[in-house]
Every structure is written in C-alpha cells, then in structure tokens.
C-alpha cells in the first residue's frame, strides 16, 4: 500500500526539480518486511513497516546535530532522490522505517506516513497550544489528521476550505466553524497552518491571525505571494515554513495517533490507476487521503 501525496503531484507534474530520472513516485509505504540487509537486527522478515517521505540524513552536520535532521543538506527523500512506493517492492535504510501499530489496517496508516508526520510538524511549528484557537487553510490528507490532534488538544479549529464534502467532513471531524478562506471566522485565530499550495491565502490567512500568533506554511511548493502591507506581519505575527520531517516527529505521531485513535479517511485504487488518483487529487475530488493497491492480499 502506497499513499498518495500533493508532493507526488508537484513531482509528476514537473514542478519539482527531479535529481534522478526516470524515478517511481510514492512515500507513503506500507509493507512487509520481504529480506534484511546485512547486520540489520531492528526489524524481522515478515514485519509491517511503514517508509515515509525521509529516506536518509547524514547524522553528522550541523543540522543533525542539532535535531534538525530535515534540513540536513545531503538528506535523500523517498520518490525524489530514490525509487518510491508505486512499485511492488522497495528499499529502505532500517533507521528510516517504522513499525505500524496494529490498530491500523495498510490503507488507514499510508497517510498517516507523510500527511499524518508533516502535519504534526506543522502543528508543532504552528505553536498552538492546547485549548486555543486554531485555523486550517485547505482540508486534504494532512488537515484531516491534524484536526483530529488539535481537537485530542482541546483545540478549538476553524477549517477554510472550499469543496461542500471537505466543508461536511470538517464538520463531523470536530471543527466549530467552516467557512472560505476570505469569510470572517469572527475570532481572532492564535495560531494557523496553511496546506493548500496557492499564495494567495497567506495575506488572508495573516488577516485574522491574533496579535502574536504563528501561522505555518505546509507547502513542498507554492505559488507567489502577493505583495502585502507591513500591518499584516506587525504586532510580533509570525510566518514560518514547515521543511520535510525527522524521524522524531514520525515516532511521535504513531504513537499518538494510536492513542487518540486517528481514524484516516482514505480512497483505495489499485496501482494501475495511479494516474487517476492524482488526478482526482488536483482536483480536490478526495475527501481526506488516497492511497494506491499495490499488491493484491
């Protein structure tokens, strides 16, 4: 089972710099443990294990040593550096792989492995704080497991979205207001993430964001920015963008998204629609995550 993520879009679709050609798409794996490497001892054949988006960091430049393993500069990210998950057997370092916890089937826990781990990032960096007041701009895979965190928090989340099914699953995951990312919540948001990769939501976004708030920005790629008055930032406002993951964040999310439980909404399609399902995801016509059958059970 393979996920299928914006980032896997951007990538077919040319908008990425691609630093190995032709490569196979996908970090949202989940699989079987079919042969080990030499002196692995972490895992077993035969375990269920989840690749995500991070495939290998140095551990030795200042960024890693300082737990910023997501920044390292010779970092290898999985479907961009190196053949990803849409294939029926793929290779991964075993410090880079995770176990699946059982309470997950193979399609529940494919999103959880990038949109579900960058997601808590971005609530991590959004700074939100238990019980305050949230905003989410774009409501795909990885607004659909926020939520469900920030709402195990206490929060109270505003959702901006568009599509009448992403306003309606908003709804039932908890939001207390759903509206256009133009509309006016009525309260000042503390904190709030963007997902969607469109510019333009940044000024709206900042315009009602609360008097030292943090709004993070969940985006691989985005279009401009348009320019924007200085009173949208002032009052100690900040921007910030949210950079890939470490495998901190992927330990954490699992494990608190085996407690709440995180019930992941996902459409299955078998691998040889793999077109089909990024097309129906440009197209905001899945409600929250897609993931492709890559082998039949």
Known sequence: MCGVCHTDLHTVEGELTLPKTPV????????????????VTRFRV???????????????????????????????FTGLHVDGGYAEYTLAPADFAYPIPKIFSDAEASPLLCAG?????????SQVQPGQRLGLYGFGASAHIAIQIARHW?????????GQS????AHELGAVWVGDARDDPGVRLQSSITFAPAGWIVPEALRVLDKGGTLAINAIHMSPIPQMPYELIYYERTVRSVANSTRQ??????????????QTEVHTFPLEEANQALQA???????????????ED
């Open 24 to 39: 196979v798409p996908g970090h949202q794996i989940v699989g079987i443990v079919a042969a080990l490497g030499e002196g």
């Open 281 to 295: 995801l440009k197209a905001s016509q899945v409600d929250g995550a897609a993931a492709l059958q890559i082998m």
């Open 117 to 125: 781990i960058i997601g808590y990032r971005a609530l991590r960096l």
């Open 249 to 262: 964040d992927a330990r954490e999310l699992l494990k608190i998204a085996a407690e709440i439980p995180i």
């Open 46 to 76: 035969g375990d269920r294990v989840g690749v995500p988006w991070l495939h290998q960091a140095c551990g030795e430049c200042d960024y890693c040593r300082r737990g910023n393993e997501n920044l390292c500069e010779t970092a290898l």
């Open 154 to 162: 206490g929060c109270s989340v505003y959702v901006f979205t568009r």
């Open 166 to 169: 992403h306003r309606r699953l």
